[in-house]
């Protein structure tokens, strides 16, 4: 009796094994933003689905240099704080970064690499991960969760072989379609919320305790660092005319430490938006 050979694609073999999915991004807690944010919810859920899942992330204060976060395998190197290197300068790194991503990839031996805001920031970082997926034959997806307006998001975004890339909300995939990237190489998948921990059933007496002056007010809070980036100042101004008409009103602002400040402007933001405050 003749049997059928096995038709199972390479494609098949890899989901048979652990999907093993390697993420890089410029910081992770205790380092916060909407980045960190946004890592710390889907790392843990990809790692539930049973993907083994790990990052390439920023050394930080009192964090160990390899930790288990979740289920998630965190691996942080100081060649990916940005603080640290807007103050050293990206010049002669191309070395270290290839050795630090070549073992990083060694060890978790990816079948995907996802980048998270690497289309910026740093030519030599973006280009060295292109160079070594390639040389491994891995692919490189990118999930773009800001645009600007310069050459360095105009090179990174076109230049480095993007084999996808993930907006996080329409206005980011239009801007990206609007420097000339296929629209078919965009795709929108809106951040989600762990609704265990973001809900309006939380209760507040831990956060009273610590804030007393906020007892009893109307509270809007801007969810994002401070900074004139993340339009802070339009929010003070606009309440500044709210509390005319209702003074109970109270503005809370978060995100002043343990944040990632490229260019270092955000003490001066702070200077400026406390002329604001009336």
């Known amino acids: 009796m003749l049997r059928r050979r096995s038709t199972i694609t390479k494609k098949e073999k ?58 998630v395998e965190v691996f942080r190197y100081p060649i990916m704080d940005l603080n640290w290197l807007y103050k050293r300068g990206l010049q002669g790194l191309e070395e270290e970064v290839t050795h630090i991503f070549t073992s990083f990839i060694d060890k978790t031996k990816p079948h995907i690499l996802h980048a998270h805001n690497m289309h910026y920031f ?49 206005y980011i995939k239009r801007e990206i379609i609007g420097i000339g990237v296929d629209d078919r190489k965009i795709t929108v998948v809106h951040h989600g919320l762990d609704e265990t921990k973001f809900h309006p059933r939380i209760k507040p007496l831990r956060i009273l305790k610590k804030y007393p002056q906020l007892k009893n007010k109307k509270i809007i809070f801007h969810p994002a660092r401070i900074g004139l980036a993340k339009g802070c100042d339009i929010s003070i101004k606009a309440v500044n005319i709210v509390r005319e008409k209702y003074p109970e009103v109270i503005l809370v602002l978060a995100g002043s430490r343990n944040i990632i400040d490229w260019g270092a402007t955000q003490q001066r933001d702070i200077a400026y938006m406390v002329n604001l405050i009336k």
């Not at 960190?36 to 790692?47: D, F, G, N, R, S």
């Not at 891995?138 to 993930?166: M, R």
Request: charged share 20%; with cysteine.
């Open 14 to 71: 890899v989901h048979k094994k652990k999907l093993s999915i390697a993420h890089l991004h410029w910081g992770f807690p205790p380092i916060i933003g909407g980045v960190e944010t946004h890592l710390t919810i889907i790392l843990p859920q990809m790692a539930k689905k049973g993907y083994k899942v790990s990052l390439l992330t920023c050394s930080a204060e009192k964090a160990k240099a390899r930790e288990s976060y979740c289920g």
């Open 122 to 170: 740093s030519e030599i970082h973006a280009s060295t991960l292109e160079r070594v997926a390639k040389k491994k034959g891995i692919p490189l997806i990118l999930t773009a969760h800001n645009v600007w307006d310069d050459v360095l998001f105009l090179e990174l975004t076109h230049k480095i072989d993007w084999q996808h890339i993930i907006a996080v909300s329409h």
